[in-house]
């Protein structure tokens, strides 16, 4: 095999779907193809249309990786999600916060079905708050099977310290729902039962979406005669087979902006940046930190449900290419709602009656797009205005996404990088690096594969040396059982925070193991 055989990355995002072909570290072949409603015809005609520039076919791929926001856009928008039974290890504690408590009503009126908290759950330091009853989840199993439900999330107090009562809940499931779409709050979440409860259900109302969307991709592939390894891109920068992606859909969230990251991290040749990535619906701002993407240390909210599994640490405003502009008196607003793919219809260059920030950027002489005729009647106090608006709201999410007062370097990437100025408080220098306009792609197509552990481990049992020394044979297998070529691996973080609140030396490790996807190469 070609030690470093061409491979394919696709971003699928709210407004257009990217694709690169890649030879080693060179870019063959890029485009730029609107997102259909469908995801898989947007993708086939992206790789029609990519092959074709690249002059290559199907069968010279090695391998291809698609990065999609269809997960994270399906729960936000409350769509296509399936009905969750959950069941909760931890009674007689924790029965003052139900499952969905702090869930808004437009989500859990869809994803809430039987919820139970029964006996069970684990004190901090591993011991037992209660053993599990079999008859009791037995029956709480017989409320969900009986409501139609087949997707079932399971959490327990501390689950992280020790799984086995939710892997005893699961086999107590799988024996009444053989066909049951099953998720255990440690495979996700961290310290903390209702944001790893809410990663559960969240990743378990994917269920019945997840392997439709995944086929999709597949089918799309086979119509090219592209039968090469599809991975899928994980919201840490790296990437998953497909069969994981189907399990654990959740790890897509902000995939996206993560791939513009790295993608931009690696167009500008830079491991430590800010990259800001606008898109046509918005702009992510991320932080690139030893050559990966900042990973948030608070719990996150997605669509106003507070989580707590893994996630990039990115700020989203909505200004992008697609972004209405209204003038209200001497008061102009861009965003934050915008009309997205419908963009080449709507703008006014392109002969439809919605002002964008995009009719703005022609107006102003910033690009030529479109038909410039069509914005020369724009008032030039609206085009000033509204360029300062922009300039301004990306620089103060930079502000925001700063940990000091200095100045630094700031990668300008994606489809509405024109938008932004060339100059930025609190810049060191700005970059917009050729290929700016399919970072993500890029992004995706050098992602490599990975493996995480996150565990609490005693080091008074263990020892720090045999403790860490598990974590990281752990974290490299998972590694490699994601597609990494083991003699690539290498330990890319080691994280320990003591809990001092626990006994026995307890503390918690985190280890991240990163390789080259096997015959792929460098």
Same mark, same amino acid.
């Given at each position: 095999?070609?030690?470093?055989?061409?491979?394919?990355?696709?971003?699928?995002?709210?407004?257009?779907?990217?694709?690169?072909?890649?030879?080693?570290?060179?870019?063959?072949?890029?485009? $730029?193809?609107?997102?259909? @409603?469908?995801?898989?015809?947007?993708?086939?005609?992206?790789?029609?249309?990519?092959?074709?520039?690249?002059?290559?076919?199907?069968?010279?791929?090695? @391998?291809?990786?698609?990065?999609?926001?269809?997960?994270?856009?399906?729960?936000?928008?409350?769509?296509?999600?399936? $009905?969750?039974?959950?069941?909760?290890?931890?009674?007689?504690?924790?029965?003052?916060?139900?499952?969905?408590?702090?869930?808004?009503?437009?989500?859990?009126?869809?994803?809430?079905?039987?919820?139970?908290?029964?006996?069970?759950? #684990?004190? #901090?330091?591993?011991?037992?708050?209660?053993?599990?009853?079999? /008859? /009791?989840?037995?029956? +709480?199993?017989?409320?969900?099977?009986?409501? %139609?439900?087949?997707?079932?999330?399971?959490?327990?107090?501390?689950?992280?310290?020790?799984?086995?009562?939710?892997?005893?809940? !699961?086999?107590?499931?799988?024996?009444?729902?053989?066909?049951?779409?099953?998720?255990?709050?440690?495979?996700?979440?961290?310290?903390?039962?209702?944001?790893?409860?809410?990663?559960?259900?969240?990743?378990?109302?994917?269920?019945?979406?997840?392997?439709?969307?995944?086929? *999709?991709?597949?089918? @799309?592939?086979?119509?090219?005669?592209?039968?090469?390894?599809? #991975?899928?891109?994980?919201?840490?920068?790296?990437?998953?087979?497909?069969?994981?992606? =189907?399990?654990?859909?959740?790890?897509?969230? @902000?995939?996206?902006?993560?791939?513009?990251?790295?993608? %931009?991290?690696?167009?500008?040749?830079?491991?430590?940046?800010?990259?800001?990535?606008?898109?046509?619906?918005?702009?992510?701002?991320?932080?690139?930190?030893?050559?990966?993407? !900042?990973?948030?240390?608070?719990?996150?909210?997605?669509?106003?449900?507070?989580?707590?599994?893994?996630?990039?640490?990115?700020?989203?405003?909505?200004?992008?290419?697609?972004?209405?502009? !209204?003038?209200?008196?001497?008061?102009?607003?861009?965003?934050?709602?915008?009309?997205?793919?419908?963009?080449?219809? /709507?703008?006014?260059?392109?002969?439809?009656?919605?002002?964008?920030?995009?009719?703005?950027?022609?107006?102003?002489?910033?690009?030529?797009?479109?038909?410039?005729?069509?914005?020369?009647?724009?008032? !030039?106090?609206?085009?000033?205005?509204?360029?300062?608006?922009?300039?301004?709201?990306?620089?103060?999410?930079?502000?925001?996404?700063?940990?000091?007062?200095?100045?630094?370097?700031?990668?300008?990437?994606?489809?509405?990088?024109?938008?932004?100025?060339?100059?930025?408080?609190?810049?060191?220098?700005?970059?917009?690096?050729?290929? +700016?306009?399919? =970072?993500?792609?890029?992004?995706?197509?050098?992602? $490599?594969?990975?493996?995480?552990?996150?565990?609490?481990?005693? #080091?008074?049992?263990?020892?720090?040396?045999? +403790?860490?020394?598990? *974590?990281?044979?752990?974290?490299?297998? $998972?590694?490699?059982?994601?597609?990494?070529?083991?003699?690539?691996?290498?330990?890319?973080?080691?994280?320990?925070?003591?809990?001092?609140?626990?006994?026995?030396?307890?503390?918690?490790?985190?280890?991240? +193991?990163?390789?080259?996807?096997?015959?792929?190469?460098?």
């Amino acid at each position: 095999m070609n030690p470093t055989p061409l491979r394919i990355g696709i971003d699928v995002g709210g407004t257009n779907t990217d694709a690169v072909v890649m030879l080693g570290r060179d870019v063959r072949a890029a485009c $730029k193809s609107p997102t259909t @409603a469908d995801v898989g015809s947007g993708i086939a005609n992206a790789l029609t249309e990519v092959l074709r520039q690249a002059e290559v076919q199907g069968a010279d791929i090695g @391998a291809v990786m698609i990065g999609t926001t269809h997960f994270t856009n399906a729960f936000v928008q409350a769509r296509s999600l399936a $009905k969750v039974g959950v069941i909760r290890l931890a009674a007689p504690a924790t029965t003052s916060l139900p499952p969905f408590a702090d869930w808004p009503d437009r989500l859990s009126d869809v994803v809430a079905g039987p919820a139970h908290v029964v006996r069970g759950g #684990y004190n #901090y330091d591993g011991s037992e708050i209660a053993t599990p009853v079999r /008859e /009791e989840i037995a029956a +709480a199993v017989a409320a969900i099977r009986d409501a %139609g439900v087949r997707a079932v999330a399971i959490s327990s107090v501390f689950a992280p310290v020790n799984a086995a009562q939710e892997h005893f809940a !699961r086999d107590i499931v799988l024996q009444s729902i053989p066909d049951a779409a099953i998720t255990l709050s440690h495979d996700l979440g961290r310290i903390g039962l209702l944001e790893r409860e809410n990663a559960a259900i969240m990743n378990a109302s994917l269920s019945a979406i997840a392997s439709d969307v995944l086929r *999709a991709f597949g089918e @799309a592939l086979a119509a090219l005669d592209i039968r090469c390894p599809l #991975y899928v891109s994980q919201n840490d920068g790296t990437l998953m087979p497909p069969h994981v992606a =189907a399990r654990y859909p959740v790890l897509t969230f @902000a995939s996206g902006p993560t791939n513009s990251i790295r993608g %931009g991290g690696f167009l500008s040749g830079l491991n430590d940046c800010i990259v800001v990535d606008i898109g046509g619906t918005t702009t992510d701002v991320g932080v690139l930190a030893g050559g990966m993407p !900042r990973e948030s240390s608070i719990a996150v909210d997605v669509g106003g449900v507070r989580t707590n599994f893994r996630m990039p640490d990115v700020l989203s405003i909505g200004l992008g290419g697609g972004s209405r502009v !209204r003038q209200a008196g001497q008061t102009i607003s861009v965003g934050p709602d915008s009309v997205g793919f419908r963009l080449r219809s /709507e703008g006014l260059i392109f002969g439809g009656s919605t002002l964008t920030a995009t009719d703005i950027a022609v107006a102003g002489g910033i690009v030529t797009l479109g038909n410039p005729v069509a914005v020369r009647h724009l008032e !030039r106090g609206l085009v000033q205005q509204s360029l300062q608006l922009m300039g301004a709201m990306i620089e103060d999410a930079i502000d925001r996404m700063k940990t000091s007062s200095g100045a630094v370097p700031v990668v300008l990437v994606g489809g509405g990088s024109i938008l932004a100025p060339t100059k930025l408080r609190g810049a060191s220098e700005v970059i917009i690096p050729q290929q +700016a306009g399919v =970072a993500n792609a890029i992004g995706a197509a050098i992602a $490599k594969a990975s493996g995480e552990v996150d565990q609490v481990y005693s #080091y008074e049992q263990l020892g720090r040396d045999a +403790a860490l020394e598990r *974590a990281r044979t752990d974290a490299t297998d $998972k590694a490699v059982a994601a597609g990494a070529d083991r003699a690539t691996i290498r330990i890319a973080d080691v994280e320990e925070l003591p809990l001092q609140y626990l006994p026995g030396s307890a503390v918690r490790v985190r280890v991240k +193991a990163i390789g080259e996807l096997a015959g792929l190469g460098a």
